[in-house]
């Protein structure tokens, strides 16, 4: 937090009125599940994007951020994308979807950092937007539910605002997902956007993508969370990932469903001959991984640690075998960690195409295995990368 108002005070000359943060998430399983309306288990981690605000009154919002040389200059009538600076297109898509939801607010200045590593699948760009929404909150308090606009909070003798509650987290978190779909132009899900908003402190979420519901699941014991950056950013806006989400949405047409949520393993084997054959796997994959989550939030209730971890080797042989959106690195640091006697699962976490992986370790040999897995990945493809030890937190604040 310090940093980002050291970075306003350095660019505006000022100390900022507001600080809001939003963690960074990992998908502990569930892979390519979330837009198939299927289920999802998901952790916010402590890697945050904070954004230092103090408003205006000149209808002018002007952006800055740690991790580019150029910030972004704008009016409150032109949220136009600016291909210099492509990063601002998160913000903007925030603010166009508050203002057609009838959020008034007026001009600001704000300052962005993080420590969400960009490119690895740790739900950066959804932090940037959770982030962007409650700066905006913080600045000109407004309360949204299902319905529409409702009477805003009232801050407290400290100016501070109420927390928000569970139906204006999910009504946030929706809106968030359609600046990401409809401005910046990735056919994603929910799931990162929940995670960040929905986040509890050593728990897993497990997320209804159908119902919309959440549900707290314990994640405590002798056993710790470490991320492997490949150091092969993935670049999904544009990318691969619509054409996966296509393939999902052909096969539930062409099996009568209305989503592969409602697909059952048999029927799908019953029925193959319908499908193409990239569809076939693409949805023989989901299929598998919405029972995977099923059958691991009963391990992770059991504290059975041990069989999570290998539905997430599981998890992750169907994303290179049927859903191939893995790379050779994510291959190579799944395989590395598997033959650690440390591990007791991994996979690639988020939407794949590079991005990270997520490993479940006992805590006792944690450093052992972080060595471990970073010399002979450097071995193997002189890259160097500093695994991650990652707790689990409370969602944004």
């Not at 308090?141 to 501070?160: A, Q, V």
């Not at 006697?341 to 991994?346: H, I």
Request: proline fraction near 4%.
């Amino acid at each position: 937090m310090l940093e980002v108002q050291k970075l306003f005070r350095q660019r505006f000359n000022c100390p900022p009125v507001h600080v809001v943060q939003a963690p960074g998430r990992l998908e502990l399983l569930g892979n390519h599940t979330d837009y198939n309306e299927g289920l999802v288990l998901s952790l916010a981690i402590d890697r945050y994007l904070w954004i230092a605000a103090s408003p205006r009154k000149d209808g002018r919002i002007e952006i800055v951020s740690s991790a580019f040389a150029e910030g972004e200059k704008f009016w409150l009538d032109d949220f136009s994308k600016n291909p210099s600076n492509p990063w601002a297109d998160y913000v903007k898509g925030a603010l166009a979807q508050l203002r057609q939801r009838g959020v008034n607010f007026s001009g600001f200045t704000a300052a962005i950092h993080s420590t969400i590593p960009a490119g690895a699948g740790m739900g950066s760009s959804a932090a940037l937007l959770v982030a962007t929404v409650l700066a905006v909150r913080r600045l000109y308090p407004f309360t949204l539910i299902e319905s529409g606009l409702t009477t805003p909070p009232s801050r407290d003798k400290k100016g501070e605002l109420p927390s928000l509650g569970q139906t204006e987290k999910l009504e946030l978190a929706k809106l968030c997902h359609a600046a990401e779909t409809r401005f910046v132009g990735l056919n994603c899900g929910l799931l990162d956007y929940t995670s960040s908003l929905f986040g509890k402190a050593y728990h897993a979420m497990e997320i209804d993508c159908r119902l919309l519901t959440i549900q707290l699941v314990p994640m405590i014991g002798e056993i710790a969370i470490v991320v492997c950056n490949s150091g092969v950013n993935h670049e999904l806006t544009g990318s691969a990932y619509n054409q996966l989400r296509q393939n999902c949405e052909a096969a539930a047409r062409i099996l009568g469903a209305k989503s592969l949520r409602s697909v059952e393993a048999k029927d799908l084997a019953a029925k193959k001959a319908r499908l193409s054959e990239r569809q076939y796997q693409c949805a023989y994959h989901v299929v598998g991984e919405i029972q995977r989550v099923v059958f691991g939030e009963r391990a992770l209730r059991d504290a059975n640690f041990a069989q999570f971890g290998h539905y997430m080797f599981q998890s992750h042989e169907s994303s290179r075998d049927f859903f191939k959106n893995s790379s050779p690195e994510l291959d190579l640091l799944v395989e590395l960690a598997r033959t650690h006697p440390a591990c007791l699962g991994a996979r690639l976490t988020g939407g794949g195409f590079g991005g990270a992986t997520i490993n479940l370790v006992s805590r006792l040999e944690t450093e052992d295995f972080m060595k471990s897995v970073a010399e002979r990945y450097k071995r193997k493809t002189a890259r160097r990368i500093e695994p991650m030890l990652c707790q689990i937190v409370d969602g944004a604040s």
